[in-house]
T-cell receptor
Framework: EAGVAQSPRYKIIEKRQSVAFWCNPI?????LYWYQQILGQGPKLLIQ????????DSQLPKDRFSAERLKGVDSTLKIQPAKLEDSAVYLC?????????????FGPGTRLTVT | AQRVTQPEKLLSVFKGAPVELKCNYS??????LFWYVQYSRQRLQLLLR??SRESIKGFTADLNKGETSFHLKKPFAQEEDSAMYYC????????????FGSGTRLSIRP
C-alpha cells in the first residue's frame, strides 16, 4: 500500500512569512496527526483529526498555527506568521482507528527552516 | 505529568556486543509503551510494543512497572541496527495519543 505522502519536503522562509504543508494519509485511515519535531527532540503532537473533526489540538499554538482536514482525507497545516523557533521537521501520520492505541504510519516529513 | 525520558542521546557499541537503550516514563496510570525506530533516510516506524511481547529484529523490551522503565535490549548488536530510537507512551485514557521521548542515536561500530 502507498504510504503517507507529504509535500513539500523542504521549505525555507523568512520570519513573519507564512507557509503551508500538505499531507495525504494512507487510504482508509480515519485518524490523522501532525507532529512538530525540533532538532534533538522527539516528535510532539500538534493536532489530531478523526475523519474531519479535531480530537486534540491542545498543543497547537493557535495564534499562528492552523490545520484543517476537509472531507476527512487530505490535511493542510499552516503557520502564519512564522517565527525562528518554528524551524523543525513537521511530520504527518495516520492510523486506521481511534479506539485503540494502534500503530501510526509516518510520512517523510517537511523540514522547515525559518531565517 | 506524562513524560518519557531517554537519558542517553548517543550510544555507541561494537558489533556483536549487547545493547541496552534506556527508557523511563512518568504516568499515573497504566500506559501502553512502544519503541519506534528511524533508520537513515527512512521514515519513523514502529519497532515493537509492550503488549505484543514480541522479539523484533532481535530486540526485546520488558515493561517494569515498579521502576517505570521500558528498556530496549538486544544481545548481539549488528551494524544495521544503527538508527535513531524513540521510546513512546500512549495513555489509555487517550488511546491514540502518543508521547515520544527525545530519542537515542545508536551507533554500531564494526
Amino acid at each position: 500500500e502507498a504510504g503517507v505522502a507529504q509535500s513539500p519536503r523542504y521549505k525555507i522562509i523568512e520570519k513573519r512569512q507564512s507557509v503551508a504543508f500538505w499531507c495525504n494519509p494512507i487510504s482508509g485511515h480515519a485518524t490523522l496527526y501532525w507532529y512538530q519535531q525540533i532538532l534533538g527532540q522527539g516528535p510532539k503532537l500538534l493536532i489530531q483529526f478523526q475523519n474531519n473533526g479535531v480530537v486534540d489540538d491542545s498543543q497547537l499554538p493557535k495564534d499562528r498555527f492552523s490545520a484543517e482536514r476537509l472531507k476527512g482525507v487530505d490535511s493542510t497545516l499552516k503557520i502564519q506568521p512564522a517565527k525562528l523557533e518554528d524551524s523543525a521537521v513537521y511530520l504527518c501520520a495516520s492510523s486506521p482507528q481511534k479506539a485503540a492505541a494502534v500503530e501510526q504510519y509516518f510520512g517523510p516529513g517537511t523540514r522547515l527552516t525559518v531565517t | 505529568a506524562q513524560r518519557v525520558t531517554q537519558p542517553e542521546k548517543l550510544l555507541s557499541v561494537f558489533k556483536g556486543a549487547p545493547v541496552e537503550l534506556k527508557c523511563n516514563y512518568s504516568y499515573s496510570g497504566s500506559p501502553e509503551l512502544f519503541w519506534y525506530v528511524q533508520y537513515s533516510r527512512q521514515r519513523l516506524q514502529l519497532l515493537l510494543r509492550h503488549i505484543s511481547r514480541e522479539s523484533i529484529k532481535g530486540f526485546t523490551a520488558d515493561l517494569n512497572k515498579g521502576e517505570t522503565s521500558f528498556h530496549l535490549k538486544k544481545p548481539f548488536a549488528q551494524e544495521e541496527d544503527s538508527a535513531m530510537y524513540y521510546c513512546a507512551l500512549s495513555p489509555y485514557s487517550s488511546a491514540s495519543k502518543i508521547i515520544f521521548g527525545s530519542g537515542t542515536r545508536l551507533s554500531i561500530r564494526p
